[in-house]
C-alpha cells in the first residue's frame, strides 16, 4: 500500500540517524518509497551502535538492512567518533554531529535531510542531539549564504539550497495504533505546517528491515514493528532555519 507525498522531495535524500536500526524502526516506509519512484537516498549513521561491544556486527547489519530499503551499500556512511557512543544517555555536541552532516551532504551531494524531530521518537537523548545537530548545520549554512551574498561575490551560490524535514514524534496512542493511524496520517499530511507529507509501505518490509538486525531482533522490537505506526507512515514537518540577522544600520556622522 501506498501514499503520494504531498511535497516532492529534492533529491539525491539523505537520511540522518543515531544508530543502526534506526532506519528500518522509524523511516522505512519513505525509504522504500523513494526506492520505488527511483530516488536517490543515502543513509548517514552517527554511531556504530557499540554500547554492547558489538559495533562491527551491527555496522554489517545496517548495510544489510539498507539493501533491504533500496539504499546501496556505497551509499551508507557509518562514522565513528568518541563524542558519538551508542546509548540513549550520552550527550552528543551539537557541532560534532553537524561537522559530520556538513561532510555528507558534500559528499553525496544531498539536496533533502529527513531526520528525527526535537522529540526523537523515543525521546533518546541520542535521537534528539541528532535533531539539534542538523539544525545546526542548517544555521551555518544559512548564516554562511547570507555573509556571502552581502559580501557580493559568487560564493552564495555555490552553497545550494537545502530543505529539511523532522520526523513527527507522536503520542502514545498513535504511536502504537499500527497501520489504524495511517487515514489520520493522510489526512493531516496536506494541512500546514507546509512540508508535511505522508508516505507507507507495506509492514512487511519493515519487518525484513528489522530482521536484517539480527542481534536487535528481540520480542519486543518484533512488537514494534507490529503495531508501530513508523512501519507504515510517516509524517513529517520541514525544519525551519531562523533568518540570519540583518546587518546594524551605518552609523551617521
Not at 159 to 172: E, K, N, P, Q, R
Not at 212 to 227: C, D, T
Amino acid at each position: 500500500m501506498a501514499a503520494t507525498p504531498s511535497y516532492a522531495l529534492r533529491g539525491p535524500v539523505g537520511v540522518v540517524i543515531a544508530h543502526p536500526d534506526d532506519e528500518s524502526m522509524f523511516f522505512a516506509p519513505t525509504l522504500t518509497t523513494l526506492e520505488r519512484r527511483g530516488q536517490r537516498a543515502a543513509v548517514l549513521c552517527l554511531s556504530s551502535g557499540d554500547f554492547y561491544g558489538l559495533g562491527q556486527t551491527r555496522k554489517r547489519e545496517l548495510v544489510k538492512a539498507c539493501g533491504v530499503l533500496g539504499v546501496e551499500e556505497d551509499d551508507v556512511v557509518i562514522i565513528e567518533h568518541p563524542k558519538l557512543q551508542d546509548g540513549s544517555t550520552e550527550a552528543w555536541p551539537a557541532d560534532v554531529v553537524s561537522s559530520h552532516v556538513h561532510d555528507f551532504v558534500q559528499k553525496f551531494g544531498i539536496q533533502t535531510i529527513l531526520t528525527f524531530d526535537e522529540g526523537g521518537i523515543s525521546g533518546h537523548s541520542d535521537h534528539t542531539a541528532v535533531n539539534r545537530g542538523v539544525a545546526l548545520f542548517l544555521r551555518t549554512r544559512a548564516v554562511t549564504r547570507h555573509t556571502a551574498s552581502i559580501a557580493g561575490g559568487s560564493g552564495s551560490s555555490s552553497i545550494s539550497a537545502l530543505d529539511a524535514f523532522a520526523l513527527v514524534t507522536t503520542g502514545m496512542l498513535r504511536k502504537y495504533s499500527g497501520m489504524l493511524d495511517m487515514p489520520w496520517s493522510l489526512a493531516t499530511s496536506y494541512r500546514p505546517p507546509l512540508g508535511a507529507f505522508f508516505s507507507s509501505c507495506s509492514a512487511r518490509i519493515a519487518w525484513a528491515a528489522m530482521a536484517a538486525h539480527h542481534s536487535q531482533f528481540v520480542w519486543y522490537r518484533r512488537l514494534f514493528v507490529i503495531f508501530s505506526r513508523y512501519a507504515y507512515v510517516n509524517t513529517f514537518t520541514r525544519m525551519h532555519v531562523p533568518p540570519p540577522p540583518s546587518p546594524p544600520p551605518p552609523l551617521h556622522r
